[in-house]
């Protein structure tokens, strides 16, 4: 009979044992979640810190890409500018305000009426009379603008062909007897505060009307390039290389 009482009170002691862990475990649930809480029902949105850029990007293909190029379509002439920086200072996101900057240039025209290889004689030819360059600058801290670089020539004068084919109107530019090409351009320091630079460049052409009718017409192809300046105290660190290197 005393065995038979006894085993049951073991029984219940050990049922007793997990009701109170489990009421433990859940008070204590509770007070994390109050504490996570404040007490209220519903929890407070927690901030996400937010990430702020610690330089002003200037946006530019020029510095994004380390070219730059465009196609600007007139009358099924493309004119195509192309931009890059020279091996003098490659490293376009070293760009800096302070020490010079160089880089390379060229222009040509393609007649798109006609196939890339078909025979010279069937595409309008077109010629480069004048090729001008103006330059703008942008500051954080909005002061007056600069022109670090500018260019103003007679294309067939400063063309790296030194005998380029040409008329009276100018050296032959379409593709691919003829083509303008600059090196090595300096582009000069800058206010500290300056984010980017614009080249605006102008070339002032005569475009063929048909090929082969010795009729043309006088054109103006304009193209920005914005370039990015990046803060530092430091200049731009130039390397020395051949005058006509790339």
Known sequence: MS?????PRRRSRLLVLP?????????SSCS???????GNDEAEPTATPT??????????????DGTFQSHIDVAGLDFVYTLYPTKSTPRTNEWYPLGNKYFSF?????DLNQELRAPFNTKRKVFLGRIQVTSTTTRSDGGPSESPYTLDADARTITLDPEPLGNSYGMLITSPKGSFELR???????????????LTFTATVQMESSAGSNRYVEQTITQKVPIA??????????????????
Not at 3 to 7: A, E, F, G, L, Y
Not at 51 to 64: C, K, L, M, N, P
Not at 106 to 110: K, L, N, W
């Open 106 to 110: 060229t222009f040509q025209a393609y």
């Open 19 to 27: 009701a109170v862990l489990l009421l433990s475990v859940v008070l």
């Open 32 to 38: 994390v979640v109050e504490d996570l809480t404040n």
């Open 3 to 7: 065995t038979t009482t006894r085993r």
């Open 51 to 64: 990430t702020t850029a610690t330089t002003e990007y200037y946006q530019s293909q020029f510095t994004r």
């Open 184 to 198: 090595n351009q300096q582009i000069n320091p800058t206010d500290p505060a300056t984010i980017g630079i614009d």
């Open 229 to 246: 300046i990046f803060p530092s105290d430091d200049p731009t660190v130039a390397q020395e290389i051949p005058v006509n290197a790339n």
